[in-house]
């Protein structure tokens, strides 16, 4: 028979080993609410060495060069199974997945960066304003934070700036910061060719907002209101050929293309929806920032 003190003993331990592995293995990925975030969709040329790899609506792009190739944003966990049949449906290899790129550090584009940069060993670059997000598995987000990791924590090989450009083979991306979403939120533009012509694309990242708060009621983001105003005015100058971003939804990549369809850059050359967007996107800011 177990003396009390034995008894105590046994459930100290058993309460240290229950804190121990869930400090291990803090990462809970909230429940998934839109059906299309995980439904898969079949890969596509964009243009150029450009490809679509993500899943119905969480956009990742899959840029290929001689030197290995650069993914920009997951999707959710489980999205890492969709992807990567996706890049090999396409024929090429996802150990060749060299350079990891994400638009904003929250789960449903940074759900299988961790597996991911396990499985490839591919280098991980992140905007400053949302490194410490990366790092913690999105503990410390202004607006979705708390004690529970809501994606898998990546370490984080460089960090990138504003301006800062990202090279692979002759491959160059510029980074611009476009914070306010998160932090770090950023936005991608480089050159892609074809046979006919090269393509400015922007990859971007649509300045919404999460928060249901006051900018002002934001402790933990002072300069929210002002990052807004900075990216949205910053976007709205922007020049580019091809308009992709985060979400599939935001640049209608349903209506522009159909699975199947053979490769169509101009599907893609849609200035007229992005400042369309841009506008709708600033009315929103500054209702918010005019409410009381
Ligand atoms: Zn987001």
């Not at 898969?40 to 956009?59: C, E, M, S, W």
């Not at 993914?71 to 990891?100: D, M, P, Q, R, V």
């Not at 105003?229 to 308009?243: C, G, N, Q, S, V």
Request: hydrophobic content about 40%.
């Amino acid at each position: 028979m177990l003396t009390l003190t034995l008894k105590r003993a046994l459930l100290f331990v058993s309460l240290l080993l229950v804190n121990f592995l869930a400090s291990a293995q803090e990462v809970i990925e909230p429940a998934n609410t839109h059906p299309e975030w995980s439904r898969p969709y079949p890969p596509f040329k964009i243009a150029g060495n450009l490809y679509y790899v993500g899943t119905y609506d969480l956009a990742c792009y899959l840029i290929v060069t001689p030197k290995g190739n650069i993914l920009i944003n997951t999707g959710l966990a489980a999205s890492l199974s969709t992807i990567k049949a996706s890049i090999e449906t396409l024929g090429f290899k996802f150990s060749a997945t060299k350079i990891l790129l994400t638009t904003q550090a929250h789960h449903d584009h940074m759900g299988a960066m961790a597996a991911i940069k396990k499985l490839t060993g591919a280098k991980m670059m992140v905007d400053e304003g949302d490194s410490s997000v990366v790092a913690d598995g999105g503990r410390s987000d202004y607006a979705f934070g708390g004690n529970i990791s809501k994606y898998a924590p990546v370490k984080i090989d460089r960090i990138l700036h504003n301006g800062d450009t990202i090279k692979l083979g002759s491959m160059k991306l510029v980074m611009l910061h476009h914070p306010g979403h998160t932090k770090g939120s950023c936005s991608f533009l480089f050159d892609v060719k074809d046979k006919e012509r090269s393509y400015r694309v922007l990859v971007a990242n649509m300045p919404t907002i999460v928060t249901d708060k006051k900018f002002s009621g934001i402790p933990a983001y002072p300069g929210i209101a002002s990052d807004y105003e900075y990216t949205i005015a910053a976007m709205k100058k922007l020049r580019f050929d091809i308009w992709l971003a985060s979400h599939a939804s935001q640049f209608e990549l349903q209506r522009k293309h159909k699975p199947g369809d053979a490769c169509n850059p101009a599907a893609f050359m849609d200035r007229k929806g992005y400042d369309a967007q841009m506008n709708d996107l600033q009315v929103q800011f500054l209702k918010k920032l005019n409410s009381k």
